[in-house]
């Protein structure tokens, strides 16, 4: 059984960090990747970052780009999203979610099977 448990949303102010935590319940060079998505009220989900276990190749939407990093600490089964100058249209709820085995890699949500339950991050003043 795969599970997978976010941690470390919150409130943050315009220009802020955050750092998001992915705890998978499996070794996470067990898993063909691992990715971070967000929904926002009204807003379809989007893939934010994700990295591919095979070659560490990590995909940044347009959006985050230069501001997200994604990492993993494979000793500690915990992969992270490491987020700074946030937005306010950052805000949304975040999902680490999973695939085990994959032929062709994305950053979309049909490319992913197990999936955490959410964190909320508010980047407001």
């Known amino acids: 059984q795969v599970e997978l448990v976010e941690s470390g949303g919150g409130l943050v102010q315009p220009g802020g960090s955050l750092t998001l935590s992915c705890s998978t319940s499996?070794?996470?060079?067990?898993?063909?990747?691992i990715g971070w998505f967000r929904q926002a009220p009204g807003k379809e989900q989007e893939g934010v970052g994700c990295?591919?276990?095979?070659?560490?190749?990590?995909y940044y939407a347009d959006s985050v780009k230069g501001r997200f990093t994604v990492s993993r600490d494979n000793a500690k089964n915990t992969v992270f999203l490491r987020m700074s100058g946030l937005k306010p249209e950052d805000t949304a709820v975040y999902y680490c979610a999973a695939v085990l085995s994959g032929e062709f890699w994305s950053c979309t949500k049909g490319g992913y099977d197990y999936w955490g339950q959410g964190t909320q991050v508010t980047v407001s003043s």
């Open positions: 499996r070794f996470t060079r067990a898993y063909y990747a």
């Open positions: 990295i591919r276990d095979s070659d560490a190749r990590t």
